[in-house]
């Protein structure tokens, strides 16, 4: 799969993190989609290297599943890296 597709899979993924994880990212839906490509880059990444299936399609399960998944560890990374918690302060 092109890197053009990571990027439109991306943007899908993006989404669908903003949409699982509401509050845990931090500064709308630009940065959600621009993690989501980023997590869906690093995901293809990743799993070329673990797996070996660099010509995985974009209509392949696996393909979505490391997607979805990269997006997700890189929210988590930007958000534990940004310091968004859940506590709240009393004013």
Request: aromatic share 10%; net charge positive; proline share 2%.
């Amino acid at each position: 799969m092109g890197f053009l597709a990571w990027i439109i899979l991306g943007l899908i993924v993006g989404a669908i993190v903003k949409a699982v994880m509401p509050g845990k990212v931090g500064g709308g839906w630009v940065t959600s989609l621009v993690l989501g490509v980023v997590g869906a880059i690093v995901g293809g990444w990743i799993g070329n290297l673990l797996f070996a299936k660099g010509d995985m399609g974009f209509f392949d399960l696996g393909t979505w599943i490391l997607a979805i998944v990269g997006g997700l560890v890189v929210a988590g990374v930007y958000g534990a890296i940004t310091g968004r918690s859940k506590s709240t302060r009393a004013p």
